[in-house]
Protein backbone atom coordinates (compact mmCIF):
# COMPACT_ATOMS: atom_id res chain seq x y z
CA UNK A 1 0.00 0.00 0.00
CA UNK A 2 1.17 3.58 -0.44
CA UNK A 3 2.25 5.61 2.19
CA UNK A 4 3.47 9.29 2.84
CA UNK A 5 5.03 9.82 5.80
CA UNK A 6 6.32 13.25 6.77
CA UNK A 7 8.34 12.63 10.32
CA UNK A 8 8.24 16.12 11.67
CA UNK A 9 5.17 18.21 12.32
CA UNK A 10 6.88 21.21 13.69
CA UNK A 11 10.09 22.76 12.25
CA UNK A 12 11.19 25.95 13.31
CA UNK A 13 14.57 27.67 11.49
CA UNK A 14 15.67 31.43 11.58
CA UNK A 15 15.29 33.45 8.79
CA UNK A 16 18.75 33.14 6.64
CA UNK A 17 18.77 29.43 7.73
CA UNK A 18 18.92 26.66 5.42
CA UNK A 19 15.87 24.37 5.88
CA UNK A 20 14.87 20.76 4.79
CA UNK A 21 11.71 19.03 5.27
CA UNK A 22 11.75 15.32 5.28
CA UNK A 23 9.58 13.16 3.38
CA UNK A 24 9.45 9.27 3.28
CA UNK A 25 7.52 6.97 1.06
CA UNK A 26 6.49 3.42 0.34
CA UNK A 27 4.96 2.69 -2.86
CA UNK A 28 5.79 -0.60 -5.07
CA UNK A 29 5.70 0.93 -8.21
CA UNK A 30 6.69 4.24 -10.05
CA UNK A 31 5.83 7.04 -7.66
CA UNK A 32 4.69 10.62 -8.31
CA UNK A 33 5.60 13.12 -5.55
CA UNK A 34 4.50 16.44 -4.88
CA UNK A 35 4.80 19.19 -2.40
CA UNK A 36 1.41 21.36 -1.60
CA UNK A 37 1.46 24.66 0.85
CA UNK A 38 -0.75 25.76 2.73
CA UNK A 39 -0.52 29.47 4.09
CA UNK A 40 -2.58 30.82 6.86
CA UNK A 41 -5.98 30.96 5.64
CA UNK A 42 -5.32 30.32 2.40
CA UNK A 43 -6.21 27.20 0.66
CA UNK A 44 -3.82 24.00 -0.24
CA UNK A 45 -1.74 24.77 -3.28
CA UNK A 46 0.58 22.87 -6.06
CA UNK A 47 4.19 23.72 -5.07
CA UNK A 48 6.00 21.14 -6.76
CA UNK A 49 5.98 18.36 -8.43
CA UNK A 50 8.79 15.80 -8.60
CA UNK A 51 8.57 15.03 -12.58
CA UNK A 52 9.18 18.85 -13.23
CA UNK A 53 12.71 19.45 -11.28
CA UNK A 54 11.72 22.51 -11.14
CA UNK A 55 12.44 25.38 -8.78
CA UNK A 56 9.60 27.46 -7.20
CA UNK A 57 10.16 30.04 -4.38
CA UNK A 58 13.29 28.76 -3.83
CA UNK A 59 12.50 25.28 -3.01
CA UNK A 60 13.55 22.48 -4.63
CA UNK A 61 12.79 18.60 -3.68
CA UNK A 62 14.98 15.48 -5.48
CA UNK A 63 13.43 12.17 -5.69
CA UNK A 64 15.39 9.68 -4.38
CA UNK A 65 14.24 6.18 -5.06
CA UNK A 66 17.38 4.59 -2.92
CA UNK A 67 16.21 6.40 0.13
CA UNK A 68 12.39 6.46 -0.82
CA UNK A 69 12.47 9.98 -0.25
CA UNK A 70 11.23 13.30 -1.50
CA UNK A 71 13.04 15.93 1.16
CA UNK A 72 12.10 19.22 0.43
CA UNK A 73 14.82 22.13 0.58
CA UNK A 74 15.75 25.64 0.56
CA UNK A 75 19.09 27.51 0.94
CA UNK A 76 17.79 30.26 2.86
CA UNK A 77 14.78 30.56 4.46
CA UNK A 78 12.14 33.64 4.56
CA UNK A 79 9.67 34.44 6.91
CA UNK A 80 6.92 34.19 4.06
CA UNK A 81 7.99 30.64 4.04
CA UNK A 82 5.88 29.97 7.40
CA UNK A 83 3.46 27.80 6.32
CA UNK A 84 1.70 24.16 6.23
CA UNK A 85 3.89 21.95 3.81
CA UNK A 86 2.43 18.39 2.62
CA UNK A 87 3.91 15.36 1.05
CA UNK A 88 1.92 13.48 -1.56
CA UNK A 89 2.26 10.49 -3.69
CA UNK A 90 -0.40 10.27 -6.56
CA UNK A 91 -1.03 6.85 -8.05
CA UNK A 92 -3.64 7.45 -10.47
CA UNK A 93 -6.77 7.78 -9.06
CA UNK A 94 -5.29 8.46 -5.46
CA UNK A 95 -3.23 10.95 -3.72
CA UNK A 96 -1.95 10.37 -0.09
CA UNK A 97 -1.15 13.13 1.65
CA UNK A 98 1.46 12.84 4.83
CA UNK A 99 0.55 14.48 7.88
CA UNK A 100 2.27 17.74 6.61
CA UNK A 101 4.87 19.75 8.85
CA UNK A 102 3.86 22.92 10.19
CA UNK A 103 7.30 25.28 9.30
CA UNK A 104 8.02 28.20 11.24
CA UNK A 105 11.06 30.71 10.30
CA UNK A 106 11.39 33.31 12.94
CA UNK A 107 13.02 36.96 12.32
CA UNK B 1 -12.72 32.92 -10.83
CA UNK B 2 -11.86 29.78 -12.72
CA UNK B 3 -10.40 28.62 -9.74
CA UNK B 4 -12.32 25.29 -7.03
CA UNK B 5 -15.24 26.92 -5.38
CA UNK B 6 -16.47 25.36 -2.48
CA UNK B 7 -19.92 26.40 -0.69
CA UNK B 8 -20.53 27.13 2.21
CA UNK B 9 -17.37 28.11 3.92
CA UNK B 10 -18.87 27.25 6.92
CA UNK B 11 -21.44 25.33 8.71
CA UNK B 12 -22.54 24.48 12.06
CA UNK B 13 -25.13 21.82 12.88
CA UNK B 14 -26.36 19.69 15.25
CA UNK B 15 -25.94 15.61 16.02
CA UNK B 16 -27.81 13.85 13.85
CA UNK B 17 -28.62 16.01 11.07
CA UNK B 18 -27.79 16.02 7.75
CA UNK B 19 -25.42 18.20 5.22
CA UNK B 20 -24.78 18.84 1.67
CA UNK B 21 -21.38 20.56 0.98
CA UNK B 22 -20.62 21.69 -2.56
CA UNK B 23 -17.90 21.82 -5.26
CA UNK B 24 -17.50 23.93 -8.30
CA UNK B 25 -14.10 22.29 -10.34
CA UNK B 26 -11.94 24.75 -12.12
CA UNK B 27 -12.90 25.55 -15.72
CA UNK B 28 -11.75 22.80 -17.81
CA UNK B 29 -11.20 20.15 -14.96
CA UNK B 30 -13.39 16.61 -15.28
CA UNK B 31 -12.38 15.20 -12.23
CA UNK B 32 -13.15 15.76 -8.76
CA UNK B 33 -11.84 14.84 -5.37
CA UNK B 34 -13.24 15.36 -1.65
CA UNK B 35 -11.35 15.41 1.05
CA UNK B 36 -11.57 15.35 4.77
CA UNK B 37 -9.15 17.48 7.28
CA UNK B 38 -9.34 16.87 11.04
CA UNK B 39 -6.56 17.90 13.49
CA UNK B 40 -5.62 14.22 14.70
CA UNK B 41 -6.33 12.78 11.07
CA UNK B 42 -4.76 15.10 8.48
CA UNK B 43 -5.68 14.82 5.07
CA UNK B 44 -8.09 12.03 4.55
CA UNK B 45 -8.82 10.91 0.58
CA UNK B 46 -12.90 10.08 0.63
CA UNK B 47 -14.27 9.95 -3.03
CA UNK B 48 -12.83 10.83 -6.90
CA UNK B 49 -15.35 11.68 -9.81
CA UNK B 50 -13.89 12.32 -13.40
CA UNK B 51 -17.08 13.17 -15.87
CA UNK B 52 -19.99 12.37 -13.36
CA UNK B 53 -18.76 8.77 -12.68
CA UNK B 54 -16.93 7.38 -9.18
CA UNK B 55 -13.72 6.59 -10.13
CA UNK B 56 -12.30 5.73 -6.55
CA UNK B 57 -12.96 5.75 -2.71
CA UNK B 58 -10.58 6.22 0.13
CA UNK B 59 -11.80 6.34 3.91
CA UNK B 60 -15.13 7.38 2.82
CA UNK B 61 -17.90 6.54 5.91
CA UNK B 62 -21.68 4.52 4.90
CA UNK B 63 -22.95 7.62 6.03
CA UNK B 64 -21.19 9.95 3.69
CA UNK B 65 -22.22 9.71 -0.13
CA UNK B 66 -21.18 12.14 -3.13
CA UNK B 67 -22.33 12.59 -6.30
CA UNK B 68 -21.03 14.74 -9.31
CA UNK B 69 -23.55 16.56 -11.99
CA UNK B 70 -23.65 16.68 -15.92
CA UNK B 71 -22.58 20.22 -15.54
CA UNK B 72 -19.29 18.49 -13.24
CA UNK B 73 -19.93 20.15 -9.88
CA UNK B 74 -20.09 18.25 -7.31
CA UNK B 75 -21.90 17.52 -4.06
CA UNK B 76 -20.71 15.89 -0.90
CA UNK B 77 -23.79 15.04 1.46
CA UNK B 78 -22.89 13.75 5.10
CA UNK B 79 -26.00 12.55 7.26
CA UNK B 80 -26.42 11.20 10.58
CA UNK B 81 -23.65 13.53 11.78
CA UNK B 82 -21.48 13.15 14.97
CA UNK B 83 -18.85 15.03 17.05
CA UNK B 84 -16.18 13.38 15.05
CA UNK B 85 -17.14 14.54 11.66
CA UNK B 86 -16.17 18.19 12.67
CA UNK B 87 -13.36 19.26 9.90
CA UNK B 88 -12.71 20.98 6.84
CA UNK B 89 -13.97 19.21 4.16
CA UNK B 90 -11.79 20.23 0.91
CA UNK B 91 -12.59 19.78 -2.77
CA UNK B 92 -9.98 19.62 -5.36
CA UNK B 93 -10.16 18.95 -9.28
CA UNK B 94 -7.86 18.14 -11.97
CA UNK B 95 -8.22 17.78 -15.52
CA UNK B 96 -8.00 14.24 -16.52
CA UNK B 97 -7.85 10.82 -13.58
CA UNK B 98 -4.95 9.10 -14.57
CA UNK B 99 -1.21 9.78 -15.09
CA UNK B 100 -1.12 13.32 -16.23
CA UNK B 101 2.13 14.65 -14.29
CA UNK B 102 -0.22 17.65 -12.57
CA UNK B 103 -1.39 18.48 -9.35
CA UNK B 104 -4.72 19.05 -8.05
CA UNK B 105 -6.05 22.60 -7.99
CA UNK B 106 -8.02 23.10 -4.08
CA UNK B 107 -11.04 24.71 -3.40
CA UNK B 108 -10.88 27.09 0.13
CA UNK B 109 -12.46 24.37 2.23
CA UNK B 110 -16.25 24.06 4.18
CA UNK B 111 -15.34 24.21 7.79
CA UNK B 112 -17.99 21.86 9.52
CA UNK B 113 -18.43 22.10 12.88
CA UNK B 114 -21.10 19.66 14.43
CA UNK B 115 -22.27 20.60 17.96
Known amino acids: AQRVTQPEKLLSVFKGAPVELKCNYS??????LFWYVQYSRQRLQLLLR??SRESIKGFTADLNKGETSFHLKKPFAQEEDSAMYYC?????????FGAGTRLTVKP | DSGVTQTPKHLITATGQRVTLRCSPR?????VYWYQQSLDQGLQFLIQ???????AKGNILERFSAQQFPDLHSELNLSSLELGDSALYFC??????????????FGSGTRLTVV
Open chain 2, 92 to 105: ASSVSYGTDHYGYT
Open chain 1, 27 to 32: YSGSPE
Open chain 1, 50 to 51: HI
Open chain 1, 88 to 96: ALRNNNDMR
Open chain 2, 27 to 31: SGDLS
Open chain 2, 49 to 55: YYNGEER
